[in-house]
């Protein structure tokens, strides 16, 4: 019978079926195949050979070595973790009070104007983004060192002061992602019932009031969500925004230097696939583990905030 059933719900939803093959292909080919390649950290991977052909390490765990011994790879592992925390915590703080901001502004084209004009920097690349950061910094001829100068201050050696960079690493990337991480919180404050704020107002709620014990609670699951996702990337790092601020800049370094810049710098020498894939491996691994952890702690929290 159950059978049966099934055959006819088949049948019955074979257009839907038919619009969802092509995703499935592509769900396959992109998501599934891929897996193949987590024997690779496992292996002494050479390209003549493949993946399947290539000889297994001996010992098994030989590719993550590097990973869990060299003081270079801990310090790129502890920089990662930091600056992702800073980075997450930062952001939450931006992005829920630039939202918030955003939904208490009533003339709407002002809102809408405002909106536009901080999700532009979106999408201009990480590169043009080094550029600017270079012009603004550069000993010499930086704007920043001429202002600087004009104040008599003096010029700062930026490129070579390894302690200034989470800030300013920090603050490139909230000019670029504030505007777009507001989006779902501005659309989770849009959604809330106005009946709410009418009924605060009645009772003589002002809007810092309203704010704080309806937009906010509101807004819980929400936060909670999304930390949660940024909480799984905690060990993966932009890199394209890392290399094309820092790229080979050696004095910064000690504060900057991420896995990603890491791997790349060692396979771009080395061309050790094993060691790049095992870093991929561990970050895949670390991030699985926090996820499953954070969310435990977010479902004893709130049940209702947790993603599973």
């Not at 910094?137 to 490129?159: P, S």
Request: proline share 3%; with cysteine; aromatic share 14%.
């Amino acid at each position: 019978m159950k059978r049966n059933g099934l055959i006819r719900d088949l049948i019955r939803n074979r257009q839907l079926l038919v619009m969802f093959m092509p995703v499935a292909v592509l769900l396959f080919l992109f998501c599934y195949m891929p897996l193949s390649g987590l024997i690779i950290p496992f292996k002494n991977f050479e390209f003549n050979k493949g993946i399947f052909g290539s000889d297994w390490a001996h010992p098994l765990l030989t590719n993550f070595n590097y990973l869990l011994t060299s003081d270079v790879a801990f310090r790129a592992i502890r920089n990662t973790i930091l600056l992702n925390i800073l980075f997450i915590t930062v952001g939450l703080i931006f992005e829920v009070g630039f939202a918030l901001m955003l939904n208490e502004l009533r003339n709407k084209y002002f809102k809408r104007i405002t909106q536009s004009i901080t999700f532009l920097p979106y999408f201009i690349s990480w590169i043009v983004v080094g550029v600017f950061t270079y012009n603004l910094l550069n000993y010499e001829t930086g704007a920043v060192n001429r202002f600087l100068e004009m104040i008599g201050i003096g010029h700062v050696d930026f490129y070579s002061r390894a302690g200034l960079w989470p800030m300013i690493l920090t603050i490139a990337l909230r000019w670029k992602l504030t505007g777009y991480g507001t989006i779902v919180y501005l659309a989770a404050l849009t959604s809330i019932d106005s009946s709410y704020y009418e009924a605060a107002a009645i009772d003589g709620a002002t809007r810092w009031q309203q704010i704080r014990y309806i937009s906010l609670p509101m807004l819980r699951p929400t936060i909670i969500i999304l930390t949660l996702l940024a909480i799984g990337r905690i060990m993966n790092a932009d890199f394209g925004m890392f290399y094309a601020m820092i790229g080979d800049a050696y004095l910064l370094f000690p504060t900057t230097d991420v896995i990603d810049t890491l791997v790349y710098r060692s396979l771009r020498k080395s061309g050790d696939i094993g060691m790049a894939s095992a870093a991929g491996f561990v970050q895949s691994v670390v991030a699985f583990v926090l996820v499953l952890s954070s969310n435990y702690a977010a479902r004893k929290i709130d049940k209702d905030s947790a993603i599973f």
